[in-house]
Each structure stands twice: as C-alpha cells, then as structure tokens.
C-alpha cells in the first residue's frame, strides 16, 4: 500500500505514536513524518474511501433504479445519490494524491472488479424494497463508521469527513427510510419491506467487521476512531432498530444470518 521506505531499518519517526495519541494532529505534509503502523492506516482508510464507492455504477446493484425505480421522484434520488457517491469516491482519490510520494498506486481502481463483487453491501438488487432497505441500512452505517472521525487526527481526512462524507451519507440513508417508510404504508409494500430488512439486517450488522479485529485498537490508538467494531454496532443496533420496528417492521435478531460475528 505505501511505496518501500527509502530505509526499512528506521524504526523512529519524526512524529511520535505517542504525540497522535495525546492529541497531536496530522497534515499531509507531516504524514511522511509519522510512523509506519500509522501511514499504513491513513492511506488504508483513504484507499477504501477512493475505491468503495464507484459500485453505484454496477447496473446489477445499483444503476438500474436510476431507471426502474417506481417514481420519477425515486428515480432522481436515486441519480442523485448516485452522484453523491462519485463525489465521495472522489474525495477520497483527492486525499490520496496529496500523498503521491507515499504510495504504492499498483492494483487501484475506482471499479470494483472481479471476486470481491459481492462482498459486504455489493449485492444484486432485484426488488426495489431491497434498495431502499440497501440505502436505509448500509449508508447508515456509514454515518456511524464517521460520526466518531468528524475530530480524527488526520487534518484532511477530518475535514473531508466533516464536509463531504457524514452529510453525504447522512442524506442517502435519509432517501432509504423515506422509501421504507413509503412502502411500510400498505400491506403489500409492508410484506416487501420486511422480506427485505430480513435480508439486509445481517449484512449491516457484519459491516462494523470482526468483534475481535485487533487493527481497530490501532485506530482508536492513533486517535483516528473511537469505538469498537462491537461498541459501534452495539450504537447502531439500539438506535436502528427501534426505528425499523416504528414502521411496523419485525427486526431479526441480531445473531441470525451473520458472518462476521
Ligand atoms: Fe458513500
Ligand atoms: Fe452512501
């Protein structure tokens, strides 16, 4: 991910852990200047920013509600979060040519390509509760993954975080509830909307990843997040939830269906 250090011997930085952890913040020209451990996980996130986000082209999962969707109205929320979501991919490539001398550039790519397709909220979409149920549920965890790095200890992911990410996914997990909650209006669209939360419940709940994952005590270290992947879930949970089930909707539980536990 980060080109070879011009001495992989060096094991001391400029900028200490200790100085990020007791609230030393970080710009991009200082980055080169901080530990290995904590560049790796910049750009990492950074990376996953610039890359993660250009499925919405994907016609099987996402681009096709620009058309099918069952309103004019849905269908330009739809174009619009798919815009959205191109601009935050581009925030992210933006970020990570602030670093051109850092990085390792070999095998990124905006598209998801080949096995990891489907992985996580990569699936085909087929029945548009499904999207909305995609939309209310995984953008959402987003918002939880970023309301702890609005402050984080990298100045320009903070920033990026504060002016772009957060309010972007904020909206586009809004545009989600706002189609449940449509389709919760009747009896048919409630059927729908259930069948879907069923399928999608599990898979957001796997996306805070491992409960036992040790590179999260990293991040919390270097200041650039808060909680677990298990304290983030836990805060998802008791508020998603009881909002889901507001709709009429039946949550499963939480331990149905998972993968990463
Ligand atoms: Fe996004
Ligand atoms: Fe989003």
Redesign the pocket.
């Known amino acids: 991910m980060l080109i070879a250090s011009p001495d992989e011997t060096r094991t001391e930085s400029a900028i200490t852990e200790d100085e990020i952890a007791t609230g030393r913040d970080i710009t991009a020209a200082e980055l080169g200047d901080t530990p290995r451990e904590y560049q790796e996980l910049v750009v990492g996130l950074l990376r996953g920013h610039a890359a993660g ?1 250009a499925f919405v082209l994907d016609k099987d999962i996402f681009s096709h509600w620009a058309a099918d969707a069952p309103r004019a109205e849905d269908r330009f929320m739809v174009l619009t ?1 798919i815009k ?2 191109l601009e ?1 991919a581009l925030e992210g490539w933006r970020l990570l040519r602030q670093l051109s001398d850092l990085i390792d550039w070999t095998d990124l790519s905006p598209v998801p390509s080949g096995g990891s397709r489907y992985e996580g909220f990569r699936h085909p979409t087929t029945e548009w509760a499904e999207f909305a149920a995609l ?1 209310a549920l ?2 959402r965890v ?1 918002c939880f993954q970023q309301e702890e790095q609005l402050d984080c200890s990298y100045v320009p992911y903070a920033e990026a975080v504060q002016k772009v990410y957060f309010p ?2 904020k909206g ?2 809004a545009r989600g509830r706002f189609w449940l909650r449509e389709l919760c209006k009747t009896d048919d669209g409630l059927a729908r909307a259930q069948a879907a939360v069923d399928v999608w419940w599990p898979r957001a709940l796997d996306m805070f990843g491992r409960s036992e994952s040790s590179r999260q005590h990293l991040y919390i270290q270097y200041r650039l997040k808060k909680r677990t992947n298990e304290e983030r879930r836990k805060a998802y949970i008791a508020t998603v939830r009881p909002e889901l089930e507001s709709l009429g909707l039946t949550v499963p539980d939480n331990s149905v269906g998972r993968q990463f536990i």
Do not use: V
């Open positions: 986000e979060t959205e979501e935050h939309s995984t953008d987003g972007l996914e586009h997990a």
